[in-house]
């Protein structure tokens, strides 16, 4: 029997496979509240071993997916700070679709 996270997992799962893996990448989502800008540094596998890269990413950042057909549309948001962070919906709109 699959534990109560499992099956919740496995059904988000199965609910984004019609976007993430069958639909396609459609846009961005820009949030209209000022975003704690982050930096990440890493290293690479391959290469200099002393060689350090370093990014730049909102703390809260989303993009939206169109599913194969293109009838239906999907939002994925990430919160990269670590923090808990409340993000409202902007008045406009805040999809930036290709």
Sequence with gaps: ????VRS????????SREFLVEGYLAGEVRLNEAQETL?????????????????????????????H????????LAN???????VLPPRESAFVLF
Aim: hydrophobic fraction near 35%; include cysteine; glycine fraction near 10%.
């Design 39 to 67: 930096s990440f540094e890493w290293g690479t596998r391959y290469g200099p071993k002393d060689r350090r890269y370093t990014a730049k990413f909102p703390a809260v950042f989303g993009t939206v997916f169109r599913s």
């Design 8 to 15: 919740v997992w496995a059904g988000t799962r199965n609910a």
């Design 1 to 4: 029997m699959l534990s109560p």
């Design 80 to 86: 990269v700070s670590g923090e808990e962070r409340v």
């Design 69 to 76: 057909d293109g009838s239906r549309c999907a939002v994925a």
